[in-house]
């Protein structure tokens, strides 16, 4: 039933947009390349000049005026020539073409007569684009191999803005992590159940990374703070080939914070990765595919002191805990296979279509300080990421061209210990139990969670110069998702008449059971925008709005006093009222006069009412010399809450004698919102070094929080639910000094100064604070990541047979809450009622190296290289005890005698220690 009702809204969707047969919503992958051709002795236009870019089907003819412009140009660098008969045929060599963006290339032709005679030129681009109208950073694949880095994250560290907080999740300009979104060749590979990405994207099949942290156009949608825009490379007409290894350790003398880190073991880190390109059919079908397995055994680790099946049973009363071999465990390793495969087809001169296949498949664990001597009753992760993306683009003309793109997306997450829930080396919760400042010595992590998320994603999308000056893009995008969740904490099964059974067997909970959640739910978007892009000698202009709508297909209880339907509190909701008198007597309170589930159904819940979402956007980019530009932007961002905020415990099932229970989700959350403001200038200060400073105000509005307690029928008996409630703003400049590699040099520097301040960090702050009795916080307070001072840099020498490449960052502390705890005649008291975040950690400083040597043989060529991250092995705490400020003393370590020894050395506390890989790479 679940699967026809899939395909029925599957094909609902794709008749819709069979009718409307217009554009969509589309992150640009594409660049644009213009200019003019003219006489290089009068300076007259020279029209019907042929304008090829080399190596491809893409070129333009100019204009009366000598003016052309090709469209539809992927990001990378290439060669552009131009013939015109009676003249030189000229080349313009290394042109570098990004996305979204207009690369100018002016041709000053020469009288000749000489047939196949032509000219070369080495392109000089522009250092600061003009057309650039807010924030945002462009990385392609030639820099990417020049950074010390072996993910997407390593490269989003070193751009101004971007914050990682303790828990090393990402914040763009101060904004909550989940208001990134993340696109792929176009398409959102966010996963909305939790705003993380869907798939990973490994950097040898990236062509370009976008990341933009100011006021975005409309076509990006459903993101608050910032978007990483990934383009992904594609075959050619040549065969190539590249087989990376690589092997390593963590090398560190920390031995006293990290148990075994001194024992080196050269492959506890090890990767290998495999790309291939080129032609199927020569002009006509090319591929690419890469595929990389990679494996990390982390660097904290347990001791196997015990075993997780429990004690040696002597008496009642007493017990002896089964030993382990106490050997070491891993306690954060990571494994992935990863892959992305890539076919396109050039089926005429007006169509081409590209697919990709892009996946993951992973396992991990995290670290538990509670289960540091029993590491192998804690659960780990595993779970698999996919997406596909079909792409058919359509020419009208050569100023005008379609696409149309569907794409389906999973991810599915499995967190458990065993694979089967009726396992027998599960054992009682009884035996998970520890006193104050003590290891778990027995015991199996019971909680199990099963997540799957499913989106299927239909666009189309119309860009047309429609003059000189006007690039229009506008369309619309349709998106079905499905979410699937089932998550609790096994039991003890118990007889018919509610007696444990002995020895423990462990049970699922029942669907009824408030300690479990199941979730099936199907919402529906869709989203139009209209993007105009004026381009002017002396000003460029974007300007868009965009439209979305949201059904969440929720619902919500209607008697708010008495949300749960598997435990009715009223009676009129408990029993049928026979006699219809509106009154329930003693009579009517029998066993067989209760209303079924199924019949609660009809009256319990009403459906929740659509979203709607208006977003303008407005950029402009003024040239105030012919290297200089100043650019201002503002925009409204809207933003649906995730669906973790939206259903997660969305049924309420409250009990009696819970106090206040929740915070529940509510799939009528109204979206979240930011007004953001930018402005800045760029300008070349001295030959290839520009200069950038930006200055920027965020607005946050309707950020999710929790709401006060909420009375039901049952006195004493309350609840919290998910509300829109919280605000916050972000204020802040960051300076960027960029010097593009010239003479085998180059650097980039960025420093962000930033305040973010809001009323809660989390949702769940506020009802963490009320269950703890306090009151709901009256103002603003700096949020967790709020990080004063950002400094990155990186620096390149060499050249393609050699090079070294040094990257570092320095972090000003984040906020804590501090404690003070004064000692008595009895132990000691934590006085309360310090405000929120008022100190602050240790600062960070990381150094990362990358250093390589290549050398050319008759059949390929060979590199070998050498990673270091941590380069000096700092501590960096990220986690500090909130009486001292430290994160190696509190003053419990002096006052608790029954502590069990190295409880107060938190390994999980510091950032990762050095890491050292060697490798080598073969390039065909």
């Known amino acids: 039933m679940r699967s026809n009702n899939k395909a029925f809204s599957f094909i609902k969707i794709f008749i819709v947009i069979l009718l409307i047969s217009i554009g969509g919503l589309n992150a640009q992958t594409w660049g644009k390349i213009s200019g003019f051709v003219r006489d290089a002795e009068t300076g007259k236009p020279l029209p019907g000049a042929n304008v090829i870019v080399d190596g491809t089907d893409l070129g333009a003819a100019t204009d009366n005026e000598g ?45 000749g007569i000489v047939e196949g005679e032509k000219v070369y030129v080495v392109s000089t681009q522009p250092t600061v684009r003009k057309d650039l109208t807010s924030s945002e950073v462009r990385v392609q694949s030639y820099d990417i191999s020049r950074i010390p880095a072996n993910d997407i994250g390593r490269i989003l560290d070193l751009q101004p803005g971007i914050v990682r907080d303790a828990s090393g999740n990402i914040h763009i300009r101060g904004g909550r992590s989940s208001e990134i979104a993340y696109f792929v060749n176009g398409v959102n590979v966010t996963d ?17 990374l976008q990341v933009i942290s100011g006021a975005f156009n409309a076509e990006y949608g459903n993101a608050m703070s910032g978007v990483v825009n990934i383009v992904t490379k594609g075959g050619s007409n040549e065969y190539e080939g590249k087989v990376e290894i690589y092997a390593g350790d963590y090398i560190s003398s920390r031995d006293k914070i990290f148990y075994n880190i001194g024992k080196i073991n050269p492959f506890s880190i090890n990767n290998v990765q495999l790309s291939l390109s080129g032609p199927i059919i020569k002009n006509k079908m090319t591929f690419y595919f890469n595929l990389r397995n990679f494996h990390n055994e982390g660097w904290l680790y347990g001791v196997y002191a015990y075993l997780p099946q429990g004690r040696v049973v002597i008496d009642d009363s007493l017990g002896i805990h089964a030993k382990g071999d106490s050997s070491p465990v891993a306690m954060n390793p990571q494994d992935r296979i990863s892959g992305h495969g890539a076919v396109e087809w050039k089926i005429g001169k007006s169509i081409v279509y590209k697919i990709d296949l892009i996946g993951n498949k992973y396992k991990s664990r995290w670290y538990n300080h509670q289960y540091r001597l029993n590491p192998k009753g804690l659960r780990g992760a595993k779970g698999f990421g996919f997406t596909t993306i079909s792409k058919l683009t359509y020419l009208f003309s050569s100023k ?38 003590e290891f778990f010595k027995a015991g199996t992590d019971l909680f199990r969670s099963t997540r799957k998320t499913e989106s299927y994603i239909i666009k189309a999308n119309i860009t047309s110069q429609i003059t000189t000056r006007h690039q229009l893009k506008f369309g619309f995008e349709f998106q079905k998702d499905f979410i699937n969740l089932d998550e609790y904490t096994l039991i003890p099964a118990t007889d018919e008449n509610g007696v444990q059974i002995e020895p423990f067997i462990p049970q699922i909970p029942e669907k009824s059971n408030p300690n479990r959640i199941i979730l099936d739910r199907s919402p529906d978007r869709i989203a139009a925008y209209i993007q105009d892009k004026m381009e002017y000698d002396f000003m460029v202009i974007n300007f868009g709005l965009r439209y979305e709508y949201f ?44 209303y079924t589930i199924e019949e609660r159904e009809r009256f319990w819940y009403r459906k929740v009412r659509p979203k709607r979402l208006l977003s303008p956007r407005f950029g402009i980019a003024y040239p105030i010399t012919d290297k200089g530009v100043i650019h201002f932007s503002y925009g409204i961002f809207e933003q649906i809450p995730d669906f973790f905020q939206l259903y997660y415990n969305d049924e309420m099932k409250l009990t009696e004698g819970q106090g206040i229970a929740g915070p529940f989700g509510n799939p009528d959350l109204k979206p979240q919102k930011t007004t953001m403001y930018e402005i800045g200038v760029r300008q070349e200060i001295y030959r290839n070094l520009v200069l950038d400073i930006t200055g920027y105000y965020r607005d946050i509005r309707d950020w999710v929080s929790t709401s006060p307690p909420m009375p039901t029928y049952s006195a004493g008996v309350s609840y919290s639910k998910r509300i829109n409630k919280d605000f916050a703003f972000v204020k802040g400049f960051s300076i960027n000094l960029n010097h593009k590699v010239i003479d085998n040099f180059g650097f980039n520097v960025n420093y962000t100064f930033q305040i973010a301040k809001g009323t809660n960090s989390s949702p769940e702050d506020e009802y963490l604070a009320i269950t703890q009795g306090a009151e709901p916080r009256k103002q603003l307070a700096y949020l967790d ?51 929120t975040n008022i100190r602050r950690k240790p600062f960070r400083i990381i150094f990362d190296l990358y250093a390589y040597r290549m050398v050319d043989l008759e059949i390929f060529s060979i590199e070998v290289f050498l990673q270091v991250f941590n380069l000096f092995d700092a501590k960096n705490p990220l986690q500090v005890w909130a009486d001292s400020g430290k994160p190696d003393y509190t003053v419990y370590q002096n006052q608790a005698i029954e502590a069990d020894p190295t409880w107060f050395i938190r390994p999980d506390f510091y950032s990762e220690p050095r890491r050292v890989q060697f490798g080598v790479k073969f390039y065909y």
């Open 67 to 111: 003016r052309y412009i090709i469209l539809r140009v992927p990001p990378g660098i290439y060669n552009v020539s131009v013939s015109f008969i009676g003249y030189k045929r000229a080349v313009m060599q290394n042109v570098r073409v990004y996305t979204d963006l207009t690369t100018e290339v002016n041709f000053n032709l020469e009288p």
């Open 192 to 208: 909305d159940y939790n705003r993380g990405q869907t798939v990973v994207v490994e950097n040898e099949s990236v062509k370009e």
């Open 400 to 437: 005008s061209f379609m696409d149309l793109i569907f794409s389906y997306k999973v991810d599915e997450n499995k967190s458990m210990l065993y694979d089967d829930p009726y396992d027998s080396l599960y054992v009682h919760p009884d035996s998970l139990t520890a006193g104050a400042y």
């Open 551 to 594: 059904n969440s297909n929720g619902r919500i209880p209607a008697d708010p006093k008495d949300p749960n339907i598997y435990n009715p509190l009223r009676l009129e909701h408990i029993y049928k009222d026979l006699n219809g008198d509106g009154i329930i007597d003693l009579s009517e309170q029998v066993e067989d006069n209760k």
């Open 785 to 835: 990541w709020d990080q004063r001072h950002s400094l990155n840099w990186n620096i390149f020498y060499g050249a393609r047979d050699y090079g070294i490449s040094l990257s570092s960052n320095f972090f000003s502390g984040q906020p804590y809450t501090p404690e003070i705890v004064s000692g008595t005649l009895t132990g000691q008291n934590v006085i309360p009622g310090l405000s």
